[in-house]
């Protein structure tokens, strides 16, 4: 941000201020409700200040809070000395450079198996059928976990660490989408595009094809192209930065799996880029 920048009419930051009761009874009986009241207030202004493009003047925070200025510009000096606010030239505010050192640590902490595990478990149980998680390592995929019961009509075929061909997979035809005609034609020569029933694709032109839809559709199939009797389904989980870094499929007996699944499927690996930080908004 550029602290040349002059103040700009304040937009409301998603309603915090109508969302927070500054004054409520419950907030202000003892040293606890007063932290809590302190805690509010302060969050009310980041969230204000991160609404904004450009440094922003205290009338105008403490318009869209509803703070009184003198309360605004205490809080807002507490802010700058723990450098969660930066105050520039001209007496606005932006946000500081500790929020970014803190949403570091939190993006390393983040773990897509950890974000993944508990939206796998609640679409096993509305499938019956077992649920994968993948990720690219080189020119396979593998899986590295997975929710599934012996309701889900199959012994699992690949283990957990297991690895298979891009190409015969759902997941592997995800990442395979991602990337442009020149890297899928680089892992054609690499491969061979060996196959391992007679569905699975062989053919340079077959695979192209294959991938236009998966980009056309959002998704992708394996249709016993891996393992004869087992069909999957594919959609792709995305990280912070919006590159696609796991698969979240579907395997049943292939007369078992159901086109009637791909909404929650989509919808539940869209929950867990979301848990990654992925915005779809920011994205399309």
């Known amino acids: 941000m ?3 920048h002059s103040a700009r009419p304040l937009q409301p930051p998603l309603q915090m201020a109508s969302t927070h009761s500054f004054a409520s009874p419950a907030h202000t009986n003892g040293g606890l409700g007063m932290a809590i009241q302190v805690l ?3 969050s009310a202004l980041l969230d204000a200040l991160a609404a904004q493009p450009d440094p922003v003047a205290l009338k105008d925070l403490s318009k869209v809070t509803g703070l009184h200025p003198s309360t605004a510009h205490r ?5 700058v000395l723990g450098r969660y606010v930066d105050r520039v030239d001209n007496g606005l505010y932006q946000l500081g450079m500790r929020l970014l050192e803190l949403g570091s640590l939190v993006k390393g902490r ?4 950890e974000a993944a595990i508990d939206a796998m478990q609640a679409l096993h149980a509305v499938t019956g059928q077992t649920v994968n998680l993948s990720v690219q390592q080189s020119d396979e995929i593998v899986y590295i976990d997975r929710a599934w019961s012996e309701r889900s009509g199959m012994q699992v075929v690949r283990a957990i ?3 298979a061909p891009m190409h015969l997979t759902s997941t592997g035809k995800l990442f395979l989408s991602a990337v442009d005609t020149r890297q899928v034609r ?3 020569a690499r491969t061979h595009l060996a196959g391992s029933t007679v569905n699975s694709i062989t053919s340079l032109e077959a695979l192209e094809r294959e991938l236009s839809l998966v980009r056309q559709h959002g ?12 069909r999957c389904i ?3 989980i995305y990280d912070d930065t919006g590159k696609l870094v796991a698969g979240l499929s579907i395997s049943a007996p292939s007369g078992r799996l159901e086109d009637a699944w791909i909404p929650q499927l989509v919808a539940t690996a869209g929950k867990i880029s979301e848990t990654l930080g992925y915005d779809s908004d920011l994205s399309n």
């Open 2 to 4: 550029n602290s040349s």
């Open 40 to 42: 509010e207030r302060a």
């Open 75 to 79: 809080i807002l000096n507490d802010l």
């Open 110 to 113: 983040l773990n897509v198996r």
């Open 161 to 163: 660490g297991g690895r």
């Open 186 to 188: 680089a892992y054609a």
């Open 219 to 230: 998704y992708a199939r394996d249709n016993e192209e891996l393992e004869l009797g087992v």
């Open 234 to 236: 594919a959609a792709g």
